[in-house]
Nanobody, 116 residues
Framework: QVQLVESGGDLVQPGGSLRLSCAAS????????MGWYRQSAGKERELVAD????????RNADSVVGRFTISRDNDKDMLYLQMNSLIPEDTAVYYC?????????WGQGTQVTVSS
């Protein structure tokens, strides 16, 4: 059974930091590209960052360049998103995604709220 379980979401003040984690199971994690997406109220889900299966290639949305870093640990089947210099516009539900060819798996999401 495929599972992607996100954790680490929280309420944080502007300028603060959070680290999201995604625990994967039920599939060959090291063979899948991975990504973080987010969806805020009234908006479509958008790509935040993704990382290749071997971790050598990453890309970030323009809105998070220089602030967010995606990483993975293929020995532990874990995906991470380090978020720094958070702003209110980062408020959203953050989802973990696994993709290989036409196959996509999604987690249930974790809420990040940036507010003073």
């Amino acid at each position: 059974q495929v599972q992607l379980v996100e954790s680490g979401g929280d309420l944080v003040q502007p300028g603060g930091s959070l680290r999201l984690s995604c625990a994967a199971s039920g599939f060959t994690f090291a063979s899948f590209g991975m990504g973080w997406y987010r969806q805020s109220a009234g908006k479509e889900r958008e790509l935040v960052a993704d990382i290749s299966a071997n971790g050598w290639r990453t890309r970030n949305a323009d809105s998070v360049v220089g602030r967010f870093t995606i990483s993975r640990d293929n020995d532990k089947d874990m995906l991470y998103l380090q978020m720094n210099s958070l702003i209110p516009e980062d408020t959203a539900v953050y989802y973990c995604n696994a993709h290989w060819g036409s196959t996509n798996y999604w987690g249930q999401g974790t809420q990040v709220t940036v507010s003073s």
